[in-house]
């Protein structure tokens, strides 16, 4: 029976002591204020305190919590609620070392709820606490490079790890390299801070961690002598940390940064937190280096190191990134009209050393500011410009010549530019973009093309022309239609000029520009000219076999057929086969040939006109080559553009057409007028020096069963 408090208190200490005791674990009695008022040998042997030693003291004091007032009073809290609870928490051992201790505590009450004790088992969990808290950074690390975190999130789980095993004494920060910079990292624990210290990167007082990246393995007593910004100065003098251990890391021999542990208790490093430590270093090692082939991986995958910017699908990738809405903007696509023709004559490298040159005076460019460049394909460069629509005008920079394989050459750009219409995707305005370059590729005398909607019609239908452009080369069904040249005066003809022309039976009429175009990109057009080379040649032997009157015929050579190695070989070799005179033949070539290599052009002039055969500069006057080229090559005809003709009523377009006319006279160039339409453009052709012409004037191109009429 039970007479009074104090013997009841008694009996109670007594039964919790034989509890304790028959436990065989270390273990204390705390009284209602949390003071120690018994503790058996095995605590002893745990803690390294005596029980004297400890009596009546705080538990928060001798376990090593006292400092964190916040910690102790919640535990409190939590003890007076009378059920039995647990703990973990970080103890100090008599001589500093820290440990992870499970604290399991049974409380003793009266009937009153009078707290009268508790019986404190303390169990040192260090080995399985580190071990069970390396696996889950171990898995937190895995899954963030699995899910391709950044380095610095997967260095924050460390930072967080470190901060759960010393909580509430232990706040950790990472501090490493970066691109030539310093990066701090901490855990969300350090919130207040978190924000504050990302802003540190900016900042050119954030250097001063660099002390601690040449720093070894050591221990700060005092937070004075670190190298801290305020800001985390302040945040460790309210948390009362006041210490510092930093360990290095370092990754294949090299220092990459320093993990910084701020604590708050005087505490020596216990040996299983170092090997946790070094573990750590392991999984670091891996996100670094997972970090740094990621880096490469991007590298390859994102950017062009040829031109020294990012490729398309960095481009891409960056803009997508921003994640706002593409509704204003620009995407310019630039491409050398030569492109294709250099790489051809002097290889990848060159062409990709044009681009950079190019790339570089389009820096240079003031309205380039806020313009993202980017590398479109092997050919083309990328401008892309978000929330206003500008595009960048590229006559400027194409003033001077570029420096192609030592030589000072001139070189046109080709521009397809598109503007964003309603979201995106960016993909979508990129494809614009390329449909409407390739409209401007196509047609010699346009530079800059805009994407509309139609462009996507005309996209399909050079896919079919494409399809089918094959059979038709396979099968020869290409027909040759030829117009005659004409003296204006006499109207004589005096030479014709063959076309192709393509009736497909799917696709129907088929115009030459369109199909020409087509062809060269498929690289195909040597073909497509062979064919009516030698329908023109089949013919001529025909005529000549008969003894009937035969004129030159002009046949059109693309530029990759003119430089194709084999062209004058092949060209002979036809001739030979149908028994034709090199003299009948005049090979017309555009203007824009000499702009790539005038060098080699010039050479293949020279045998072609050595082997007896005439060349003609076709659509002179619109290409930007200057005339003094003409003076290198040995042409014997030159044949004004259409575009010349037509506008020859305007004054300016009569002079320039004056002046050529009379280069050519001097260069004793034979000079015929092309697309002449009406009486007046042949006579003021005429009063100006040009007496040869072709045009739907005097006859319209024609199959060559028609031609034979008028012969
Ligand atoms: P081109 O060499 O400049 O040929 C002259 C073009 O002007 C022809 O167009 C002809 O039909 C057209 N034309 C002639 N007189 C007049 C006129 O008075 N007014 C107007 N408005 N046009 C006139 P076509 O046949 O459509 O050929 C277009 C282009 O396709 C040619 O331009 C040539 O560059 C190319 N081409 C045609 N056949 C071949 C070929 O066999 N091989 C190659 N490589 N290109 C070819
Ligand atoms: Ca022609
Ligand atoms: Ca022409």
């Given at each position: ?5 104090t ?15 028959q436990?065989k ?13 018994h503790?058996?040998?095995l605590?002893?042997?745990l803690?390294?305190?005596e029980a ?5 003291q705080h538990?928060?004091?001798i376990s ?7 910690h ?5 809290a939590?003890?007076?609620k009378?059920a039995?609870s ?7 051992h008599?001589d500093?070392?820290s440990?992870?201790?499970?604290l399991t505590?049974?409380p ?6 009078n707290?009268v004790?508790h019986?404190v088992?303390i ?8 071990k069970?808290a ?7 690390i895995f899954?963030?490079i ?5 380095l ?6 460390i ?7 010393f909580y509430?004494?232990g706040?950790?920060t990472?501090v ?5 910079k310093?990066?701090?990292?901490a855990?969300?624990?350090?919130q207040?801070?978190?924000s504050n ?6 900042d ?8 601690f990246l040449?720093a070894d ?6 937070l004075?002598?670190?190298?801290l910004?305020d800001?985390?100065?302040q945040?460790a003098?309210e ?6 251990f ?11 940064g320093a993990?910084?542990?701020l ?8 040996q299983?937190?170092?090997d946790?430590f070094d573990?750590?270093?392991a999984?670091?090692e891996?996100?670094y ?5 990621q880096k ?7 950017f062009?190191h ?9 481009i891409?990738?960056n803009?997508?990134?921003?994640g ?7 995407i310019?696509?630039?491409?050398p009209t030569?492109f294709?023709r250099?790489v051809?004559?002097y290889g990848?490298d060159v ?6 040159q190019?790339?570089?005076?389009l820096?240079?460019l ?8 980017g590398?479109m ?6 401008l892309?410009?978000i929330?206003k ?12 010549p570029f420096?192609i ?13 598109a503007?964003f219409?309603e ?5 979508e305005y990129?494809?614009?973009?390329e ?10 005398t ?7 909607s139609?462009?996507d019609?005309?996209m399909?239908?050079d896919?079919?022309?494409l399809n089918h452009?094959?059979a ?8 040759v239609y030829?117009?005659?040249k ?9 030479a ?7 009736e497909d039976?799917?696709?129907g ?6 199909f020409?175009?087509?062809?060269e ?8 000219d062979?064919?009516i080379?030698e329908k ?5 032997q025909?005529?000549i076999?008969r003894g ?8 059109n050579?693309?530029p990759?057929h ?9 060209l002979i ?12 033949l005049?090979i ?5 040939l000499g ?7 010039e ?8 082997a ?8 002179f006057?619109?290409?930007h ?5 003409l003076q290198k ?6 044949k004004?553009?259409?575009?010349f003709t037509?506008?020859l009523h305007e ?5 320039i ?6 280069i050519?006279?001097n260069?004793?160039?034979?000079l015929?007028?092309e697309?002449?339409e009406t009486s ?14 072709q045009g ?6 024609m ?5 034979e009429?008028y012969m």
């Amino acid at each position: 029976m039970i007479e009074n408090n104090t013997t009841n208190m008694e009996t109670i200490f007594q039964v919790a002591k034989n509890l304790g005791n028959q436990a065989k674990k270390p273990y204390v009695i705390l009284n209602h204020l949390f003071q120690v008022v018994h503790s058996n040998d095995l605590y002893t042997q745990l803690t390294g305190f005596e029980a004297e030693e400890i009596y009546l003291q705080h538990y928060a004091t001798i376990s090593g919590n006292y400092k964190s007032t916040d910690h102790t009073r919640k535990i409190e809290a939590e003890l007076n609620k009378g059920a039995l609870s647990v703990f973990e928490v970080v103890h100090i051992h008599r001589d500093n070392r820290s440990f992870t201790s499970k604290l399991t505590c049974i409380p003793f009450q009266l009937h009153d709820n009078n707290m009268v004790c508790h019986v404190v088992f303390i169990e040192d969990i260090t080995g399985e606490k580190l071990k069970s808290a390396y696996k889950e950074v171990e898995q937190s690390i895995f899954t963030a490079i699995e899910k391709r975190k950044s380095l610095t999130y997967q260095l924050q789980i460390i930072c967080s790890a470190i901060d759960c095993l010393f909580y509430p004494r232990g706040f950790t920060t990472i501090v490493w390299h970066k691109e030539n910079k310093i990066k701090v990292v901490a855990s969300s624990a350090l919130q207040g801070m978190k924000s504050n210290i990302s802003l540190y990167a900016a900042d050119p007082r954030y250097g001063i961690y660099e002390d601690f990246l040449s720093a070894d393995v050591q221990t700060y007593e005092n937070l004075e002598e670190l190298p801290l910004v305020d800001a985390h100065r302040q945040f460790a003098q309210e948390q009362a940390l006041e210490k510092c251990f930093v360990y290095p890391i370092q990754i294949q021999q090299q220092r990459i940064g320093a993990i910084i542990l701020l604590f708050n208790a005087d505490t020596k490093q216990n040996q299983p937190y170092i090997d946790f430590f070094d573990k750590l270093f392991a999984l670091l090692e891996l996100a670094y280096n997972f970090d740094k082939q990621q880096k490469q991986l991007n590298n390859i995958a994102y950017f062009d190191h040829a031109l020294d910017i990012p490729n398309r699908a960095g481009i891409l990738r960056n803009i997508e990134a921003l994640g706002i809405p593409l509704t204003v903007g620009t995407i310019q696509l630039i491409e050398p009209t030569e492109f294709s023709r250099i790489v051809e004559l002097y290889g990848r490298d060159v062409g990709d050393q044009l681009l950079k040159q190019i790339v570089e005076r389009l820096n240079g460019l003031a309205e380039m500011k806020n313009v993202r460049i980017g590398r479109m394909s092997s050919a083309s460069i990328m401008l892309v410009t978000i929330g206003k629509q500008q595009e960048i005008q590229t006559a400027s920079i194409l003033e001077k010549p570029f420096l192609i394989n030592n030589e000072q050459l001139f070189v046109t750009c080709k521009n397809g530019i598109a503007h964003f219409q309603e979201q995106g995707p960016i993909e979508e305005y990129m494809r614009h973009a390329e449909g409407a370059l390739t409209l401007a590729k196509q047609q010699n005398t346009v530079d800059v093309c805009y994407y509309d909607s139609r462009h996507d019609e005309k996209m399909k239908r050079d896919m079919q022309i494409l399809n089918h452009l094959a059979a038709a080369i396979k099968e020869r069904i290409f027909e040759v239609y030829i117009q005659p040249k004409v003296d204006v005066r006499t109207r004589e003809i005096i030479a014709f000029e063959a076309l192709a022309r393509w009736e497909d039976p799917e696709l129907g009429f088929v115009p030459p520009d369109q199909f020409i175009a087509i062809a060269e990109k498929a690289g195909w057009v040597d073909k497509v000219d062979a064919i009516i080379l030698e329908k023109v040649l089949v013919w001529l032997q025909q005529r000549i076999q008969r003894g009937e009157r035969v004129t030159p015929v002009a046949i059109n050579i693309s530029p990759s057929h003119f430089y194709k190695k084999t062209f004058i070989e092949e060209l002979i070799q036809l001739m030979a086969k149908y028994e034709v005179n090199h003299s009948l033949l005049i090979i017309e070539v555009t203007e824009n040939l000499g702009l790539v290599n005038i060098e080699q052009a010039e050479k293949i002039i020279y045998r072609l006109n050595e082997a007896g055969f005439q060349v003609s500069v076709d659509d002179f006057g619109i290409g930007h080559s200057s005339l003094s080229y003409l003076q290198k090559l040995a042409f014997s005809e030159l044949k004004i553009d259409r575009s010349f003709t037509s506008r020859l009523h305007e004054e300016s377009t009569f002079a320039i057409v004056r002046s050529i006319i009379q280069i050519a006279q001097n260069l004793k160039f034979r000079l015929v007028a092309e697309g002449v339409e009406t009486s007046e453009q042949a006579e003021a052709l005429l009063d100006l020096g040009c007496s040869i012409a072709q045009g739907y004037l005097f006859y319209k191109p024609m199959p060559l069963s028609e031609a034979e009429k008028y012969m």
